[in-house]
């Protein structure tokens, strides 16, 4: 009998297997010196990856493109200084690998025993490592689809939906929130004019007193108050709320406090005090291929009640419901979640805490906050540059002044361009008190000193050649 079409032997799995370990360890091993943005453009790309389907299989001859794959990439070495990226910790990449091959369906313990627990196991883990033991909670794609849990269960709290549609709800937060949250509100039907976004105090932190203000106006106008979001770690500065005065707030205001902690609540591993009340909010976001550095895909939503997570996502058929009664055998995540099919996203984040332990992790949170502090120092002792914000987590926003103070945007866009383009360090953008400015984000657990150094040097090379 011949072989189904797609049937593969173990031996011809081991010797593909062993191809893409080759490859994914040359990536690795040039990983420092290669530059960090390809040489390669849109029409290049096209004309290697794009083109028709094959209707006849290539065979091993499939894997020859792996090696374009890699240069045409973004190289994530120490220098990576873009956006909040994470750094892809390699045994997690092993554990993504191993998740494939067994595939299981991550939605119930009786279509996936092991790696249900796993997932229960590592939930409970960075739950009690940020302060907030016995927060229950799931793994989920990304901190946007965290965010946007985190306020369905919100909404289904102080203002029912699920049933009979939406009449109203508004949401507070500071006008430095994640994007996603405006997002959020409008998949939720809350309608994006009910995202009240306040000003922020002298910290760049959400101001109490606006916020007690808008509470009481959207009152005595007749709107329902829900929830407020606060910022541990917001996206452009890394400015972390104050999360205890705000608990206190919503509390006596009957309201849900969702954290977005996606880039920042790690943090809270070594620096607990920035994070303070972090144990009283009602849901927190983490997103662990940020500040955990695990591979793209890797994201966890806490929740302090997992019964007002059931009472949002709950809906079920009798092909689905469980026939156990057995508290681990029973276990449905598509209950407490928006997914039904769900990847196993825990097994590389549960095989990464195993092999290097939770303490190596806080090392190298601490140690980006300390590159973080030694980049600002770089940029205050230099007379051309000039930083724009505190540095309270591992973010710095600076720019060049070298020139016309009428055409600092205009200049300081271009030597971002020129930064990136020379590709020994990546920085990014961003838009503060007006002005463009540059953005260093350092979550990578391979930076070095040197590398933060590379930055300074890099943006006066940069402005030498305006």
């Given amino acids: 009998m011949p072989p189904a079409p797609l049937d593969l032997s173990p031996d011809d799995f081991s010797a593909l297997a062993a191809r893409v370990s080759e490859e994914a360890v040359r990536h690795l091993r040039g990983l420092d010196s290669a530059p960090i943005q390809p040489a390669t453009t849109g029409a290049e790309s096209l004309a290697l990856f794009a083109g028709p389907a094959p209707e ?85 794609s990304g901190g946007s689809m965290a965010n946007l849990m985190g306020l369905a269960v919100a909404r289904e709290a102080k203002a029912p939906a699920n049933d009979d549609g939406v009449t109203g709800g508004v949401v507070y937060a500071s006008t430095a929130v994640h994007m996603s949250m405006g997002k959020a509100v409008g998949l939720l039907g809350l309608g994006r004019n009910n995202l009240r976004l ?113 009472r949002a996502f709950f809906l079920s058929d009798d092909y689905a419901v469980s026939l156990s009664d057995d508290p681990v055998e029973g276990q449905m995540f598509f209950e407490e979640t928006i997914e039904l099919s769900r990847r196993v996203r825990a097994l590389k984040l549960w095989l990464s805490l195993r092999y290097h332990g939770l303490q190596a992790f806080r ?20 007379p051309d540059l000039e930083r724009l914000a505190e540095v309270p987590l591992s973010t710095v926003c600076f720019r060049w002044t070298g020139g016309d103070p009428d055409t600092f945007d205009e200049a300081n866009a271009a030597i971002l ?43 006066l090379a940069a402005a030498s050649l305006g």
């Fill in 56 to 140: 006849h299989g290539m065979g091993p001859a499939a894997l020859d493109a792996l090696a374009e794959v890699a240069q045409h990439s973004r190289t994530g070495n120490g220098r990576f200084f873009g956006y909040v990226m994470g750094s892809g910790e390699p045994v997690a990449a092993l554990g993504d690998f191993f998740a494939s091959v067994i595939n299981q369906n991550a939605t119930a313990w009786r279509s996936g025993p092991a790696t249900t627990i796993i997932e229960r196991t590592v939930v409970g883990w960075i739950a009690e490592a940020l302060g907030c033991a016995g927060f229950s909670g799931t793994l989920t």
């Fill in 198 to 310: 306040l000003p922020t105090d002298a910290d760049r932190r959400l101001d109490l007193d606006a916020l007690r203000r808008a509470i009481a106006e959207d009152r005595a106008a007749g709107r329902v108050p829900i929830a407020v979001v606060a910022s541990a770690g917001t996206i452009v500065t890394g400015s972390v709320d104050p999360i205890a005065e705000i608990v206190a707030i919503a509390r006596s205001e009957d309201l849900w406090v969702h954290v977005d902690g996606a880039y920042g609540a790690p943090a809270a591993m070594v620096r607990p005090e920035l994070f303070q009340g972090l144990a009283d909010v009602d849901s927190v976001s983490v997103d662990a291929h940020k500040w955990l550095y695990q591979p793209l895909g890797c994201s966890i939503i806490l929740y302090r009640d997992a019964a007002a997570a059931r």
């Fill in 363 to 382: 090392e190298s949170i601490a140690g980006n906050i300390a590159q973080a502090q030694r980049l600002a120092s770089l940029v205050d002792a230099e």
């Fill in 417 to 459: 361009e020129r930064v990136n383009a020379r590709g020994r360090v990546y920085l990014s953008n961003a838009t503060l008190d007006d002005h463009f400015v540059l953005r260093a984000c350092i979550t990578n657990h391979r930076t070095t000193d040197a590398d933060v150094d590379a930055v300074v040097e890099e943006v």
